[in-house]
């Protein structure tokens, strides 16, 4: 994975109110035979959230022969906190 660097903070609304949250990038690549998929990170970081991360956003491109086949983008923020938060995600306890 390579590290593209930090960015500048950015106020961003959160369930914990709003935070100056300073960001970091990266990518890696994974190739297999014909075939190629990258994935871009952005990173948004504060020390009051759960694991240190407010949102992480993932875009993700494939290709096969030098051709882009699929692209999509997940976002992943920072939803509930607190003793009695539960995770959303299956088979999670």
């Not at 086949?69 to 607190?82: I, K, M």
Request: proline share 2%.
């Amino acid at each position: 994975m390579s590290d593209g660097g930090g960015l500048d903070a950015k106020e961003m609304e959160t369930k914990l109110g709003k935070l100056k949250c300073e960001g970091i990038t990266g990518s890696t690549t994974f190739e297999e035979g014909r075939g190629k998929a990258t994935a871009e990170f952005e990173n948004r970081l504060h020390e009051k959230a759960p694991f240190g991360i407010v949102q992480s956003v993932i875009q993700v491109s494939t290709e096969r022969d030098g051709t882009t086949r699929r692209e999509g983008t997940l976002t992943l923020d920072l939803a509930e906190t607190g003793q009695d938060a539960k995770s959303k995600l299956p088979d999670s306890n």
